[in-house]
């Protein structure tokens, strides 16, 4: 389910902070390119974050040079991420700071950056910028912070929730004090005389992984199973074999969003950590364990947005077009023939690079790092080529392009 106009998202919010992304002199690197005369790149580089270009927060080595050198030649690049839980502006000052290479907010796509688009929505009558929504995921309420940002007037979160009603979650009394930090005041959700006038929720959105899986389950669950929306209200729809999806979510409930469907990522632990998908799959588990799930012929009807799925490659690819016209400005562009997804997840980069349709004709070509979930043997989603770290990567993605290069 993709609602319309989802994926031109952040165009707006990207164009008003784009600016030329060659900025500064590349400094010492391991590879160069042999002096040649200027010419328009005809392929540009996508890259994954974590596990590519930073792993725990820490420089990758290699990835700073590999993006000074892209700079400096003047190849298009965007950093594509399922990571989020900060605004874009905070995430690449970030970045920046970390790899000592200045990047442009028109670089970077997060997870969750197509939820701005949902402001405005297709139409004022699907508009949610005006309306209640449940933010979940992220340190305290730094992706309410976000959404504000993004336009979102009337944010909750289940921290709000709870801290008003402790009793919806009572097992989540060990946390009062981390919410009490930053919970907003709200009246109490549940109206005890009339449960018809507790609080509403028009949309839920999964912005970045949970920290309280159990309290976002619940509060979500509450909400999917709610007449119109309505905190403490149970649909007397729900369960009917007469409705489609025996009635579930066919009363009004707010629509559910995730932002990223990667099940592990790489962390500063040895192994994969479970990241928002391992939320998903729970949150899904519990949703057939109350309904009677597929067995029963009853779906969790949610949007999914993220790498793999393609609407976030067109997306990208949009904006790698709008970069690309941005630097080279009036100079005559011939089309992009290739891109060069650089990844360490199979399941998210690889598949997405591999199973993309791009309608501007460009070739998606993967390739898949050692530095991050991937480690060793078949994949299941087979890249292009397998390199060692980003370096590697694009060392082989200019040599593939004909891009003249030597190594120091």
């Known amino acids: 389910m993709r609602p319309q106009g989802l994926w031109r998202s952040v165009g707006s919010l ?119 929504v449940l933010v979940a995921g992220g340190d305290e309420d730094g992706c309410r912070k976000v959404a504000e ?23 989540s009394k060990v946390f009062s004090d981390y919410y009490k930090a930053f919970a907003r005041p709200i009246p109490n959700p549940v109206d005890p005389v009339d449960p018809t006038r507790g609080l509403k929720i028009d949309a839920i959105f999964v912005f970045n992984d949970p920290r309280d899986w159990a309290l976002d389950t619940q509060v979500i669950l509450d909400l999917l199973l709610s007449s119109q929306g309505v905190m403490g209200t149970f649909s007397d729809k729900n369960g009917r074999a007469d409705l489609p999806n025996r009635g579930y979510q066919q009363d009004g409930q707010p629509h559910l969003y995730f932002s990223n469907p990667d099940l592990l990522w790489a962390a500063a632990y040895h192994l994969p950590r479970l990241g928002q998908g391992g939320f998903r799959e729970a949150l899904e588990g519990t949703w057939a364990a109350v309904t009677g799930g597929p067995s029963k012929g009853v779906e969790l009807k949610k949007t999914i947005i993220g790498k793999p799925y393609q609407g976030t490659y067109e997306f990208a690819e949009r904006q790698l077009l709008r970069n690309r016209s941005t ?41 898949l790092v050692r530095t991050g979930v991937y480690n060793g043997g078949e994949p299941a989603w087979v890249p292009k080529t397998i390199a060692d770290d980003v370096q590697k990567a694009v060392e082989w993605g200019l040599r593939s392009s004909n891009w003249p290069i030597s190594r120091i």
């Open 14 to 132: 990207q164009r008003v902070l784009s600016r030329s992304y060659r900025e500064i002199p590349l400094g010492q690197r391991g590879i160069k390119t042999v002096s040649n005369p200027p010419r328009i790149p005809d392929f540009a580089f996508a890259f994954d974050i974590d596990g590519v270009l930073l792993r725990s927060s820490k420089p990758i080595p290699g990835a700073a040079e590999s993006l000074a050198l892209l700079k400096e030649e003047g190849i298009p690049f965007i950093l594509l991420t399922n990571g989020g839980g900060k605004h874009e502006t905070e995430r690449v000052a970030e970045i920046s700071e970390k790899l000592n290479v200045p990047l442009d907010p028109s670089v970077i796509i997060q997870s969750h950056s197509p939820f701005a688009e949902l402001v405005n929505g297709p139409d004022e009558a699907r508009a949610l910028g005006n309306k209640r």
């Open 149 to 171: 940002q993004y336009g979102f007037k009337n944010v909750v979160t289940p921290g709000d929730i709870f801290m008003a009603n402790p009793s919806i979650w009572p097992f």
């Open 327 to 367: 630097f080279f400005g009036t100079r005559e562009l011939g089309p992009l023939q290739r891109v060069y997804m650089v990844g360490d997840n199979p399941e998210s980069d690889i598949r997405g690079a591999n199973s993309y349709r791009s309608a501007h004709g460009s070739d998606w070509q993967s390739i």
